[in-house]
C-alpha cells in the first residue's frame, strides 16, 4: 500500500488510544472516590400542612450518606411570594434516609412551603431569605435555626 499511495500506517493511533483509556479508568476511579467521600444528598417535600397564621408542618425525606450530618433549608411563603419563615435544620449523622416533619414558625400565614435544599455542607447553593422589609423574622424550634436579620 505504501508503495502504491504513498500512505503509511501510523504507529501513533494505538497509543493514543491506549492512552484515552488509561485517562478514562483514571477518571472513573477518581469520580468514584469523591462520591465516596461525598455523598449525594437529595431531599423530597412529601406534604405541607398550614396549622395556623403562624406556623406550617413541612414533611420530607432525606437520602444521604451514612452516618452523615445533614443541613436543609426550609422556607414557607405568602400569596405574594415573600418569605414568612425561614430556617436551617441540622440534622445529626445517623441512617441513609430518614422522613421527618418540621413546625415551621411562619411572621403571617402561609399558603406554600418547600424544601430548598439538603446537603452535607452548610455552604448551600438557595435562594437568600426573602422578607419585606420591616418584618421580624420569627425564631425557629430546634433543629431548626432563624436566619439573621441583615
Do not use: H, W
Not at 436543609?72 to 434516609?97: I, K
Not at 446537603?119 to 423574622?137: A, D, E, L, T
Amino acid at each position: 500500500m505504501q508503495l502504491r499511495y504513498g500512505v503509511r500506517k501510523s504507529r501513533f493511533v494505538p497509543i493514543v488510544i491506549g492512552i484515552l483509556i488509561i485517562c478514562s479508568v483514571a477518571g472513573a476511579f477518581y469520580l468514584k472516590g469523591q462520591l465516596t467521600k461525598n455523598p449525594i444528598v437529595s431531599s423530597r417535600l412529601l406534604a405541607f400542612k398550614v396549622e395556623s397564621n403562624t406556623q406550617v408542618s413541612v414533611n420530607f425525606e432525606v437520602s444521604r450518606g451514612t452516618n452523615q450530618k445533614t443541613y436543609c433549608v426550609v422556607r414557607a411563603q405568602d400569596e405574594n411570594r415573600a418569605d414568612v419563615g425561614y430556617a436551617t435544620l441540622t440534622f445529626a449523622a445517623g441512617p441513609s434516609y430518614f422522613k421527618t416533619t418540621y413546625a415551621l414558625q411562619t411572621e403571617s400565614r402561609a399558603v406554600l412551603a418547600e424544601v430548598l435544599n439538603c446537603s452535607n455542607s452548610q455552604v448551600m447553593r438557595v435562594p437568600p431569605p426573602n422578607f419585606p422589609p420591616g418584618v421580624k423574622i420569627p425564631e425557629q424550634l430546634p433543629p431548626g435555626v432563624a436566619p439573621k436579620p441583615n
